[in-house]
């Protein structure tokens, strides 16, 4: 039997023959242009624009692929011996079980420089195609490149105690469950410990903040807690029993520090940014209109500018020089885990949401309050062009309210000329409101229903139909057109007593468009 410290020379002397024939095995090379693919997909929209901080967190998902092939790799790596019948021969070699095992863990983390090579052209290719918002998190980047080192020590651990190959699949099912105990998106901190993370719900991400160095601590530890398991398999000197102790410890810790309640200061400050979104964004007036948003959020206000901009040249000159804000606002509605609509303060964590006063965090106040997440279909689906925003620019101008307030509360304005004004504005700003029609489902009462939307529309006005059937149908008339009825009859058409008929006969449109003869205003 070797010294420990032959064995460490060892295990080094064979640890760059192991990642050489990991490096040049076929299943590693078609899984790296894979994983960049992969990569992509994970982060995959028809949004305009994407937060760095929460691509930062999905970029994990990409690389767990490459993890699961070392897995198999390394599995098969050290059964290699066995495979070929010649574990006999070797066991007599100068070289211990102890370190050809410690050479294997070694040439296992040559996937690790391969998945920073990985996220490195992913970042160009972000970059040069969806130029995200903000700056990439170090630290969450960090974790999938822990994933693949802890793919190659699972695989070795698994070959040093399993007598077959085959067993290198349940083991890549058992990592599948086991995180998948943990994603979710609810008030349970325990969903930190998951080997990856769901991106933070609300799309604000000061709200909602993963310990990621303690969570680099905890998958070290349970990586380190693995080969100690391999070596296991053929020393159990007091050397490993020490490292055990200690690693457990660590990861015990690392739990610990993770999954701990807030305390009531963090707490209160986090739900400041709810309560008071004021004294935390960066604002910016541009032609009498302010424009307010979170920090790493700001560059989405020169989206909101232009949609102004196009707005505003159809407006009557008494409706373009009143004071305007647009203000970011978390939306009372964001999706959760399933692709589904929760309330926001289901979905994160209870000390914060105990704070959170409604009335301060979504008030009746009249102004254009553009959501956290980009405008599109349900579960990343196409974008819709700043359609949300644009139509609640249009509701402000025509008196109704442009935002939902309190707990998702709107009203109803159907038939009305004024309603069938705002959606036509907020198309002409770009908006797709075409998409938008032929997607959202119609109820059992006639009403269109967005229930399941994971994003819906935070819109204060609840449309019929027929009025976004109208303003499609408007859309179809000449600018000029419609600019000089609007110009001529605006006081008259933004009256609540005026009905949607009245401005397609203005128009020249067929009044068979509007079909609805219940009108319901609750605005």
Partial sequence: MSTPGINRRVAFALAPGEARRIVRSVPFLLLLPLSVLALLMTNASDAAQSLWSQESISAALGL????????????????????????????????????????????????????????????????????????????????????????????????????????????????????????????????????????????????EVRPSALHLVWLASWIAIMAIVALARHSRGPRLVGAAVLAVAVAVAAAAGQVRPLDAETAAARADLLNHPGAHQV????????????????????????IVAAIRPHLPATVRRPAQVVSQRVPWVSGNSSC????????????????????????????????????????????????????????????????????????????????????????????????????????????????????????????HPSDLRAALAMAGVPVVQVDQVLAEHWDELVDPVTPTTRILQLLDLPTAVSTNTDRLDTC
């Fill in 283 to 306: 604002c910016d007036t541009v032609n009498g209109v302010e424009y307010c948003a979170y920090p790493d959020n700001d560059e989405n206000i020169a989206q909101w500018q232009s």
């Fill in 64 to 207: 767990v692929p490459l993890g699961w092939c070392l897995i198999a790799l390394t599995d098969l790596a050290i059964l290699r011996d066995k495979r070929h019948g010649v574990d006999t021969m070797t066991a007599t070699m100068a070289a211990s079980d102890t370190a050809r095992t410690g050479g294997h863990l070694l040439g296992g983390f040559i996937g690790v420089p391969f998945g920073a090579a990985l996220l490195a052209i992913f970042y160009v290719i972000e970059e040069a195609t969806s130029n995200p918002v903000g700056s990439p998190d170090l630290l969450e980047l960090a974790v999938p490149l822990l994933i693949v080192a802890g793919g190659a020590v699972v695989g070795i651990a698994v070959g040093c105690w399993l007598p077959r190959a085959l067993f290198s699949v349940p083991a890549i099912i058992a990592t599948l469950v086991i995180s998948g105990q943990f994603r979710e998106w609810r008030i349970s901190r325990t969903r930190f410990l998951g080997f990856t993370a769901n991106e933070t719900a609300t799309g604000l991400p000061g709200l």
């Fill in 340 to 463: 589904g609509p929760s309330d926001t303060l289901s979905l994160i964590d209870k000390p914060i949401s105990d704070r959170v006063v409604v009335s301060e965090a979504w008030p009746a106040d009249g102004r254009v309050h553009p959501g956290i997440v980009s405008e599109q279909l349900p579960c990343g689906g196409r974008d819709l062009q700043g359609l949300f925003t644009g139509v609640q620019v249009g509701a402000w101008a025509v008196g109704l309210p442009p935002a939902q307030s309190g707990r998702g509360e709107t009203c109803a304005a159907d038939g009305q000329s004024r309603s069938v004004i705002a959606l036509w504005l907020g198309a002409t700003a770009g908006g797709r409101l075409d998409t938008y029609i032929a997607d959202a489902q119609i109820g059992a009462g006639g009403r269109i229903d967005l229930r399941d939307w994971n994003d819906p529309p935070t819109w204060g006005v609840d449309w």
